[in-house]
Every structure is written in structure tokens, then in C-alpha cells.
């Protein structure tokens, strides 16, 4: 079993991850083969850049 230090959960964090999982499913979709791993570095790239509204992630 690993263990990770969590980040806090804030209201950002929360919108990072959605906007990531968002993409992802319509990267699935439109037929494109998305791994859970790639969602998952997705979604610390997303949150590394600090990114919280639609409008910054497109």
C-alpha cells in the first residue's frame, strides 16, 4: 500500500478535477483511448497550475 499527502480539498481543487475528468471523457468520447493514469496526470497538471474555471483551462 502506498501512501500520498493529500492536498486540502478546496472549491478549486474540486473544479480542477471535474474540468480534467470532463476532458477526458470526451477525449473517450470521440474515440481517442484515454488510461485512468493519463486522468490522473491530468488532473495534477491541472491543479499544479492552478487552474479553476473553464475559460483558463481551454
Known sequence: ???????PVTERS???RLLAEDFAR???IAGLP???GAVLDAIA???AARIGT???FY
Open 34 to 36: 484515454v488510461s485512468p
Open 14 to 16: 474540486v473544479r480542477s
Open 54 to 56: 473553464r475559460e483558463d
Open 26 to 28: 470526451a477525449l473517450r
Open 45 to 47: 497538471a491541472v491543479e
Open 1 to 7: 500500500m502506498r501512501w500520498a499527502i493529500q492536498a
